[in-house]
């Protein structure tokens, strides 16, 4: 079953502006993490933040963690069209043992 | 390093006929991962390995799916007799530990028709 999941599920923006996407878990965790999916490939790590940090850049990426809500949020600033991608939280399942991942938020930067 | 390499890329196959997909990952990971992903249901795992043995694979649909792990560097995800609700993207992932940043391979989309 899944554990986090994506708001919106779809998102469509211009250039240059910023996207924000959301992720909401039911259990505690050991990490969250984003990964981006291009359309027809395989998805790729992003950025990893613990549970005991709040906030995690990387780049245009800012990742925030609020384990009271439990819920992050991915900010993308500046975004580029080659940014449209499908965008995915992952966190531990109940065991810690491995990642369970939301149904994703599909990002459309228009140029 | 090449990532986590996935064959094939794409397969096409008749209902009752047998799958084989095959992933090799990252040298030096020992965790390997099959996903799989379909509209309806998102990314589901279907089984994991570390140092090649099957620790959990209560993702696996049924009984016709089976998955090995024969050595550090491949494993084989096999459907057999294959049906069209199998049709999805696999992928395997590969990692050092279990809650690290996965590495995916690109796929193999299967269609049983």
């Known amino acids: 079953s899944q554990q986090g999941e994506e708001d919106p599920q779809a998102l469509s923006i211009q250039e240059g502006e910023n996207a924000t996407m959301n992720c909401s878990y039911k259990?505690?965790?050991?990490?969250l993490q984003w990964y981006r999916q291009n359309s027809g490939r395989g998805l790729v790590h992003l950025i990893l933040i613990r549970s005991n940090e709040r906030e995690k850049h990387s780049g245009r990426l800012r990742v925030t963690l609020d384990t009271s809500k439990k819920s992050s949020s991915l900010l993308i600033t500046a975004s580029r069209a080659a940014d449209t991608a499908s965008y995915f939280c992952a966190t531990d399942n109940n065991a810690g043992n491995m990642l369970t991942f939301g149904g994703g938020t599909r990002l459309m930067v228009k140029p | 390093d090449a990532g986590v390499i996935q064959s094939p890329r794409h397969e096409v196959t008749e209902m009752g006929q047998e799958v084989t997909l095959r992933c090799k990952p990252i040298s030096g990971h020992d965790y390997l991962f099959w996903y799989r992903q379909t509209m309806m249901r998102g990314l589901e795992l279907l089984i994991y390995?570390?140092?090649?043995?099957?620790?959990?694979d209560s993702g696996m649909p049924e009984d016709r799916f089976s998955a090995k792990m024969p050595n550090a560097s491949f494993s084989t995800l096999k459907i057999q007799p294959s049906e069209p609700r199998d049709s999805a993207v696999y992928f395997c992932?590969?990692?050092?530990?279990?809650?690290?940043?996965?590495?995916f391979g690109s796929g193999t989309r299967l269609t049983v028709v």
């Open positions: 390995f570390n140092n090649n043995v099957p620790i959990d």
């Open positions: 259990t505690s965790i050991n990490n």
């Open positions: 992932a590969s990692s050092p530990t279990a809650l690290g940043g996965y590495t």
